[in-house]
């Protein structure tokens, strides 16, 4: 049995990173070897050097939604809403704090041209709301929504485009695919120049990414499903490399395994996955990841142990935060080979 309590360890507040640096790439890079469990301690622009000719990198395109909305009942009683993904026309899965003053048809007025309604119940806070505008009601939800930057984040983002990838273009997700943020539109040419090809998928970030893991035994925690997509053209340069199969972030590993069959070969195709790696998964495609430093016991934490080892990993992180990495989602970088 996996075991979460296994998975802890202790993250100092000051090294939690508030906001994003100026220069994408200006953040360190904690190079870790899975097999031996050897760390060396670089910059992010030193990942060049890493990557070899005929290697396929594979970065997540999605588009974070801005849709985090404060809304108002007619009680007056604040009520926050953070959009996870459409299940039918103007009708989203939400996460709602707090979820329990929400009653059946309970009207929610977001901006003058925003309002909503609480039409069914999900797991736990998950609510169904369905939204209404007298305009276009994409662009009133983008007019009226925050970005969803995470819980630990207090600081204002002044710049939205910082909390978006440069190879984001799909609009879906309710967080940014954060191991993405470092790279710069120059670090994939200089990436390209070394005989690197990059592979774009998509999966749109939802509440498995993020939601706590609330058992001990692993295996009892239940994932929601996140809709990914790999094309065809994308799966064909990805089956032909002659290198490594090296993924930028989770959910590009969780998209990667996802469409991989038991030979290791990539189908393309579009399908909700609810894959769920943990230690002793054996990886059909996947040889290395990027990274950033992940809160404790969480799903992320384990995706990593089970590529390597968990030893490996909490040395690595126990060395970080000796180190003063930062850490999540505006922290620092972490590659796996």
Request: aromatic letters at 6%; glycine letters at 6%.
């Amino acid at each position: 049995m996996v075991r979460l309590s296994d998975f802890d360890y202790h993250l100092p507040d000051e090294l939690i990173a508030q906001t994003p640096l100026s220069d994408r790439a200006a953040s360190r890079l904690l190079h870790l070897d899975k097999t031996s469990g050897e760390v060396a301690h670089l910059n992010f622009r030193d990942c060049t050097d890493l990557l070899g000719a005929e290697d396929v990198l594979v970065l997540n395109n999605t588009r974070v939604n801005a849709w985090r909305f404060i809304g108002e009942k007619l009680t007056g009683a604040k009520i926050e809403i953070l959009a996870l993904k459409e299940l039918e026309s103007g009708v989203f899965e939400c996460l709602v704090k707090p979820a329990k003053r929400l009653k059946p048809n309970d009207p929610i007025m977001i901006s003058p041209i925003l309002s909503a309604e609480f039409v069914g119940q999900g797991d736990e806070a998950i609510r169904h709301i369905r939204f209404s505008s007298p305009v276009d009601l994409y662009q009133a939800m983008d007019e009226a929504g925050n970005v969803p930057l995470p819980p630990y984040i207090t600081e204002t983002l002044d710049d939205r485009e910082r909390y978006q990838t440069v190879v984001a273009q799909h609009p879906g997700s309710a967080a940014a695919p954060t191991a993405g943020l470092h790279f710069t539109p120059e670090i994939l040419d200089q990436i390209k120049s070394r005989g690197v090809s990059i592979a774009e998928v998509t999966l749109h970030v939802g509440i498995d990414t993020f939601r706590p893991v609330q058992t001990d035994d692993v295996t009892d925690h239940q994932m929601h499903g996140e809709i990914c997509e790999i094309l065809p053209h994308v799966a064909h340069l990805i089956n032909k490399r002659k290198g490594r199969l090296i993924a930028v972030g989770t959910t590009s590993v969780r998209t990667l395994e996802s469409f991989a069959n038991p030979s290791g070969e990539i189908e393309p195709g579009r399908q909700e996955s609810k894959i769920f790696i943990t230690p002793g998964y054996k990886f059909r495609a996947l040889d290395g990841m990027f990274t950033n430093f992940h809160l404790p016991k969480t799903t992320m934490l384990l995706m990593i142990s089970a590529l390597a080892g968990r030893e490996n990993i909490l040395d690595a992180y126990r060395e970080a935060v000796e180190n003063r990495y930062r850490f999540l989602s505006f922290g620092d970088s972490m590659l796996i080979l």
